[in-house]
């Protein structure tokens, strides 16, 4: 059972222009979630996070949006750069004891020149 | 200060055999979670440990097994290889868990 759903596989969007990387979730006990970026080789690194008692969380470039009623959350990136190409995960996490990291599978993301 | 030491980088097994990865996490986090990913599933959670002991566990069959010491290093041990544990095991470190988990680079697992 797929808690953390990221429906679209890929996407390719013009530099400069926004990209949007959509999530979706069916646990309404998650409290907490995270966006990862990924490389080839290398480990997630963090990106952006967001709680549940928020509806949105701006760092530079990028920012989260949060829709709870909907179980869907969103990272836009604007403008977007080549060097933000990469596998972006989406990660929710219930604050309770126990509790793990449960992750999407991924979008790759490809901003071309 | 340092990161995440995953070790080692890439490893090539033969179905049948077994396989130990180690993960140093960073100083002071007491908790290390594992994940495998593979192409197409993302990241799947196969447990947690926080103070030696397994908190957490994901559905993964009993060939996989884990363990942690006192000085919060993690061994993840995978036995009777299959093709299809081929994959890239992460470890992720925090310092109780929850969140603000710091991931290293992973092993690259080949069973041929």
């Known amino acids: 059972d797929q808690q953390v759903k990221q429906n679209s596989p890929s996407l390719s969007v013009q530099e400069g222009r926004i990209s949007i990387l959509n999530c979706d979730y069916t646990?309404?006990?998650?409290?907490?979630f995270l966006w990862y970026k990924k490389y080839p080789a290398e480990g997630p690194t963090f990106l952006i996070s967001?709680?549940?008692?928020?509806d949105k969380n701006e760092d530079g470039r990028f920012t989260v949006f949060l829709n709870k009623s909907a179980k869907h959350l969103s990272l836009h990136i604007v403008p977007s750069q080549p060097g933000d190409s990469a596998v972006y995960f989406c990660?929710?996490?219930?604050?309770?004891?126990?509790?793990?990291?449960?992750f999407g599978k991924g979008i790759t993301l490809s901003v071309r020149p | 200060k340092a990161g995440v030491t995953q070790t080692p980088r890439y490893l090539i097994k033969t179905r049948g055999q077994q396989v130990t990865l180690s993960c140093s996490p960073i100083?002071?986090?007491?908790?290390v979670s594992w994940y495998q990913q593979t192409p197409g599933q993302g990241l799947q959670f196969l447990f947690e440990y926080f103070s030696e002991t397994q908190r957490n566990k994901g559905n993964f069959p009993g060939r996989f097994s884990g363990r942690q010491f006192s000085n919060s290093r993690s061994e993840m041990n995978v036995s009777t290889l299959e093709l299809g544990d081929s994959a890239l095991y992460l470890c992720a470190s925090s310092l109780v868990g929850g969140d603000g988990y710091t991931f290293g680079s992973g092993t690259r697992l080949t069973v041929v």
């Open positions: 990660a929710a996490i219930y604050t309770g004891a126990n509790s793990k990291l449960t």
């Open positions: 100083s002071g986090h007491r908790s």
């Open positions: 646990n309404s006990m998650f409290d907490y």
């Open positions: 967001i709680s549940s008692i928020k």
